[in-house]
């Protein structure tokens, strides 16, 4: 069964760092390329960050540019986010999400493009 789970949310205050991490499981035909996205109360979900099957490519939104880092480790069947210097804007719940599809496109930045979602963290960002 395929799950997408995130983890490591949490409170952290603006200038701080948090890193969360998603475990996707449930498919061996090969690693998939994975997002995040985060929804902040009444607001739309939006893109944050994509990664390529690899690791090799990497995408991230120009509002988190120079503070978020998406990575991954296929060893582990594991992404993480990486955020720096976070700001009370970036508070919101946080989604994995992945996409098994053999697709061309390396990277994916529409919520329409991945099949599987993670349950959501929540991150907080206190002034």
């Known amino acids: 069964q395929v799950q997408v789970v995130e983890s490591g949310g949490g409170l952290v205050q603006a200038g701080g760092s948090l890193r969360l991490s998603c475990a996707a499981s449930g498919r061996a035909d090969s690693f998939p390329r994975m997002g995040w996205f985060r929804q902040a109360p009444g607001k739309e979900r939006e893109f944050v960050a994509a990664?390529?099957?690899?690791?090799?490519?990497?995408t991230c939104a120009d509002s988190v540019k120079g503070r978020f880092t998406i990575s991954r480790d296929n060893a582990k069947n594991t992404v993480y986010l990486q955020m720096n210097n976070l700001k009370p804007e970036d508070t919101a719940i946080y989604y994995c999400a992945a996409d098994w599809s053999r697709r061309p496109t390396l990277v994916l930045t529409t919520i329409l493009d991945y099949d599987y979602w993670g349950q959501g963290t929540q991150v907080t960002v206190s002034s």
């Open positions: 990664i390529s099957r690899s690791g090799g490519t990497t």
